[in-house]
């Protein structure tokens, strides 16, 4: 028995960790540091269906405990995704779940309907929270309605399961949980950066090219905490959790809060080995703290 | 490249809010000239890493140098780092500059300004090792910022420009390379934006090697914050840290 498999829609992990979109390429870049087939899954970066450049630089900003980016979603877009970057990852016995953003609802459903074909994407992160594109990304994700539609044209024509990836940036994320379920996602994943602002003392200018970006990092863990254990309360389908994961009691915290899987992201920039290191540490911690198995642990939550 | 543990064996204060950091680690073996490090800060708040670029390489004594300015938290970090503490690094990283580039008996010029004269250093002992000629133009803003004049002065004529001409020739790098009595068969150049620009419009018709900086994350070529706009195709860009930091002039947007 593999006291850390998780089994969630399209998804057999043989442990809750993942690296989360945008925070790890599409692996090649940190296949160099270790065998991705040790990961439960990979969440790539995000496809749009042409290529975008993103954002001007700077890009990226320090903050206590965290940082700001403003990437735009750069990415090769759908052809060259499907044809080079997919196919790489095929040699690794290990799920992609391919993350797709658009600028219109026709975006979403034209990568949507194609990506599942890909070796390994055996689900959809649809990405309707970026808060660095003027043009779709958040705008599809704080209105319940808006994302309850684009939510059910996707499912009419993706083959995989499709995991809808929550905005923090709301005043009330529940309806937006509900909305969503409601329209037949397979998933959650929450959350993406909050919004944020950094301001060069000299220029009186933002850091970021772009003015404003998405913060992530540990200063935003508890944020994520307690967005999941609200969603949770009202939604029973699975929630794969992030945001600022940097310790096994930070993965355990998420479980317990009640998502079913973890995604590491900013931290992969500054410790490669982080996913690895989480994995192999895990099972220790659980023998410290009582807990048998992960499905133990989602028994235990369920009927508390 | 690698994440690894680097043993500090000295450090010292050798310009205005400049340091000269010496770190030891078998890591040195796999370095070039021109490539850069991940440094991380000890302060947990402070999330990511420093890229610094590597000035010496001494592969024998499996130690390498890097000078750094105090700008913010992150290098006020390292400079309170003392000889046999810990230093975690990601090395190297990057392509650096290529000495190869410049053959047997040709004529280099290595162009730096500020903090981007660092790298030009190893990459001028390279050049000599292998038989080329070497010139050094070096600027700052005034005397109290300058260093390693007297090192690279070693290597062949050095040049120093200060902005206020308390030291060496008033002016640019360009006040010095515009009066120069040789033509060059390479350039090398490693400082700002500004700088890079103009030395890649002076020496466009040779061959020139930029070392640009860019604000980054990973390091690696996983985030996409360090791009830089190609100018073959303005619709693609270079990710500075792993498709750079080292470009030919003319092939990105400066």
Redesign the interface.
């Known amino acids: 028995m593999n006291r850390l498999a998780v089994e969630i829609p399209g998804l057999s992990l043989k442990n809750p960790i993942m690296p989360a979109s945008g925070c790890f390429g599409f692996g090649k870049e940190y296949s160099k540091f270790y065998d991705l087939n040790k990961l439960g899954a990979i969440m790539a970066k995000a496809v749009t269906p042409e290529p975008r450049y993103g954002n001007a630089t700077p890009r990226v900003a320090e903050t206590p405990s965290g940082m700001l980016n403003a990437i735009g979603l750069q990415n090769p877009g759908l052809d060259h995704v499907m044809a080079n970057e997919m196919p790489w990852l095929e040699r690794f016995d290990t799920p992609i779940i391919a993350n797709v953003a658009g600028a219109s609802e026709e975006d979403y459903v034209k990568v949507c309907a194609r990506i599942g074909d890909a070796p390994n994407v055996k689900a959809i992160e649809l990405n309707i929270s970026c808060p660095n594109v003027k043009h779709g990304g958040i705008a599809f994700g704080t209105d319940p309605e808006v994302a309850y539609q684009l939510t059910k044209a996707v499912k009419a024509v993706a083959s995989v399961p499709i995991y809808v990836k929550l905005s923090p940036n709301v005043t009330d994320i529940v309806p937006i949980a509900k909305a969503i379920e409601e329209a037949g996602a397979d998933g959650l994943t929450m959350i993406n950066t909050l919004l944020g602002m950094r301001l060069d003392l000299k220029t009186r200018k933002p850091i970021l090219a772009n003015g404003t970006g998405g913060l992530s990092g540990p200063s935003i863990k508890p944020v994520a905490i307690r967005l999941i254990h609200q969603v949770r309360a009202v939604s029973n389908i699975p929630i794969i959790g992030m945001g600022g994961v940097q310790t096994v009691d930070d993965v355990l915290e998420f479980l317990i809060a009640g998502a079913d899987a973890v995604a590491v992201g900013t931290l992969n920039f500054t410790e490669p080995y982080i996913c690895p290191n989480l994995i192999d540490a895990l099972p220790a911690r659980m023998d410290e703290l009582g807990i048998t198995t992960l499905a133990d642990l989602k028994k235990e939550r369920t009927n508390a | 490249?690698?994440?690894t543990k680097m043993e500090v064996v000295s450090q010292k204060l050798i310009a205005d809010r400049v340091f000269e950091l010496v770190l030891k680690g078998d890591i040195v073996l796999e370095m070039n000239p021109g490539q850069f490090m991940q440094l991380?800060p000890r302060r947990?708040?402070?999330?990511?890493?420093r890229p610094i670029s590597i000035c010496a390489i001494d592969k024998e004594a499996e130690q390498c140098t890097l000078l750094y300015r105090v700008d913010g938290e992150?290098t006020a970090d390292f400079a309170e780092l003392v000889s046999g503490d810990a230093m975690d690094v990601?090395a190297p990283l990057g392509n650096g500059f290529a000495p190869t580039e410049t053959k047997l008996g040709e004529h280099a010029l290595l162009i730096g300004g500020g903090i981007g004269v660092p790298p030009l250093y190893q990459l001028g002992k390279d050049l000599v090792a292998q038989g080329s000629t070497v010139t050094f133009v070096l600027g700052f803003n005034s005397a109290k910022d300058v260093f390693y004049e007297k090192e690279m002065g070693k290597l062949g004529d050095c040049f120093v420009a200060t902005v206020d001409g308390t030291r060496g020739t008033q002016g640019f790098v360009t006040t010095v390379t515009d009066a120069l009595d040789f033509a060059p068969d390479t350039v090398y150049s490693c400082g700002p934006t500004a700088m890079l620009r103009v030395v890649s419009e002076r020496f466009a018709n040779k061959r020139t090697f930029l070392s640009l900086e860019?604000?980054?994350?990973?390091?690696?070529?996983?985030?996409?914050?360090?791009?830089?706009q190609r100018t073959d195709d303005p619709?693609?860009?270079y990710k500075a840290c792993?498709e750079g930091p080292v470009f030919r002039a003319g092939e990105v947007v400066i």
Not at chain 2, 214 to 228: I, K, S, T
């Open positions: 490249m690698r994440q991380k947990a708040d402070l999330l990511l890493r992150g990601i860019e604000r980054m994350a990973c390091g690696v070529g996983a985030c996409y914050a360090c791009v830089c619709t693609k860009s792993d």
